[in-house]
């Protein structure tokens, strides 16, 4: 499967779907549905509700979180909304604000 | 890798997305696109958009007006339903497009300032002798500024040689003083002598 990038200059403004990885550097806000991994890295901005498998937070992040695998909010992250995900990890000097439920099975 | 924004085949994406860095669309967007660079509509593209880019690659599909301040180009697998305006298009043999096209108001909006700027330009060689009249004016004006400015001088140095005279003639006066003084003296000594005399 291709990679998707949003550059660092881009901004989208509405809804993103797909079946693959998504890496974001620049600025989306709306809503992102992926079967499959998004990467926030350090410049990219996310104000979305967010469903994925996979999210990896390095950058930041302002919405409510629906992962079906995992969630790693990195050092530099920062993340503001509910999270719902089976797995978490949040590292030292991440931001996070907001309700985590970890979904039992 | 920061300049290239790729939009992969499995996406979908509504909404508006604008940049200033080049975009690749493999996948499916509705919305506008608004971009200060090149667009690249892959052939598994279709985008249902108005767009306005600097250039653009029709690949794929595009569904929609284009506005392209450079270049619009559509190769042989691309495919258009739209209008087109910018000041170059090339559709390559093969390609399909139902639309208009137009060249000329893109040019009318752009050219006229590549006109103003030639005609800028040509009236400088022909302006460059009412420049240079304009210079001689200058030049004129500052010889003329320069003369005051001597006039000026003219001007402060009779005041300076006032002042010295001034100066001049105080000590001459004062000189006139002392000898009328001395004078004075003289005769006062000779009064006195007499006096004395008598």
């Known amino acids: 499967m291709s990679n998707t990038i949003i550059g660092q200059t881009l901004v989208i403004d509405g809804e993103i779907v797909g079946d693959e990885s998504l890496t974001i550097l620049g600025t989306v806000k709306g809503r992102i549905e992926l079967n499959n991994k998004l990467l926030v890295e350090n410049e990219g901005s996310v104000e979305a509700d967010i469903i994925v498998d996979n999210i990896t937070v390095n950058g930041t992040v302002t919405g409510n979180v629906d992962a079906r695998e995992k969630i790693e909010i990195e050092s530099t992250g920062q993340m503001i909304g509910d999270i719902r995900t089976p797995k978490l990890s949040i590292k030292e000097g991440a931001i996070f604000k907001g309700q985590i439920d970890m979904v039992m099975e | 890798m920061s300049d290239v924004t790729v939009i992969g085949n499995s996406i979908f994406i509504s909404g508006n997305i ?130 005051k400015t001597i006039k000026k001088d003219e001007v402060n140095t009779p005041a300076l040689n006032n002042k010295i005279d001034t100066k001049e003639s105080e000590k001459i006066k004062n000189a006139v003083k002392e000898t009328v003084e001395a004078k004075k003296d003289t005769e006062k000594k000779k009064e006195l002598t007499e006096n004395l005399k008598k």
């Open chain 2, 18 to 147: 604008e940049g200033k860095e080049d975009l690749s669309v493999q996948g499916k967007i509705e919305g506008n696109i608004t971009l200060s660079n090149t667009l690249f509509l892959e052939e598994s593209g279709v985008v249902k958009a108005d767009v306005s880019v600097k250039n653009a690659v029709i690949s794929g599909i595009l569904v929609g007006n284009i506005e392209a301040e450079e270049s619009i180009e559509i190769t042989e697998i691309g495919q258009m339903v739209g209008d087109i305006i910018a000041p170059r298009v090339v559709i390559r043999d093969g390609a399909k497009f139902r639309g208009n096209i137009d060249m000329t108001s893109y040019e009318n909006t752009v050219q006229p300032i590549k006109k103003v700027e030639s005609s800028f330009k040509r009236p400088v060689l022909k302006q460059s002798n009412s420049k240079t009249v304009i210079s001689r004016r200058t030049f004129t004006s500052n010889a003329g500024s320069a003369s």
